[in-house]
Nanobody, 116 residues
């Protein structure tokens, strides 16, 4: 079992910044990527950013140049720095990884609301 706990969501004005953090514990399989996904009301859950064990990153086109994902393998944490936030970034953000058997694990989610 892997446990993922997110923190850092909240309400921010357009153009503002937030940093999300995810702490992983349990049967962590470090070689696996970790990532952030988001789900807006009435929409599917979409990939936001993924980072490999070696630091290679992938971003959704909608967040490129605004969001930065980082990972601390020693602390088993992954973070998402979000700048220049837009109302369309409003969603519940989820941390994700897989264990050594390929099973998916999700955090409980943290709400990000971008509104004036």
């Amino acid at each position: 079992q892997v446990q993922l706990v997110e923190s850092g969501g909240g309400l921010v004005q357009p153009g503002g910044s937030l940093t999300l953090s995810c702490a992983a514990s349990g049967s962590i399989f470090r070689p696996n990527p970790m990532g952030w996904y988001r789900q807006a009301p009435g929409k599917q859950r979409d990939m936001v950013a993924i980072i490999t064990n070696f630091g290679s990153t992938t971003y959704a086109d909608s967040v490129k140049g605004r969001f930065t994902i980082s990972r601390d393998n020693a602390k088993n944490t992954v973070s998402l720095q979000m700048n220049s936030l837009k109302p369309e970034d409003t969603a519940v953000y989820y941390c994700h990884t897989k264990d050594r058997f390929g099973s998916d694990y999700w955090g409980q989610g943290t709400q990000v609301t971008v509104s004036s």
